[in-house]
């Protein structure tokens, strides 16, 4: 399977409710590098690489986020993959 990079916005209720350190939590368990930020409109932006499977698990996970999220919206798109990260964080 080969690595792919993937940048997300996605939007709803999705800030105040553990997105951002549930998305680093599961990118982690998944083996995916990357960030996610919270967006100064109300939503969470993130950019993930990996093995194209595991970042749609990713993907689909962020789709619907942490119990308390309602997401109303994800907008993806593929880049190209440039093994950028070491580790998967939460930036400000």
């Known amino acids: ?3 792919v990079r993937v ?3 996605i939007e709803g209720r999705v800030q105040g409710v553990w997105f951002r350190d549930s998305t680093r ?3 982690v368990a998944l083996g995916i590098t990357g960030w996610v ?3 100064r409109d109300g939503g969470v932006e ?5 093995p194209e499977d595991r970042i749609k698990k990713l993907v689909a996970w ?3 986020g942490p119990p308390a999220a309602q997401v109303s919206q994800v907008t993806e798109t593929s880049e190209e993959w440039r093994n950028a990260y070491g580790s998967f964080d939460i930036v400000f």
Do not use: F, Q
């Open 7 to 9: 940048h997300l916005i």
């Open 25 to 27: 939590r599961e990118a």
């Open 62 to 64: 962020c789709r619907h």
């Open 46 to 50: 993130l950019v993930a690489e990996g």
């Open 37 to 39: 930020k919270n967006r």
């Open 1 to 3: 399977m080969s690595n």
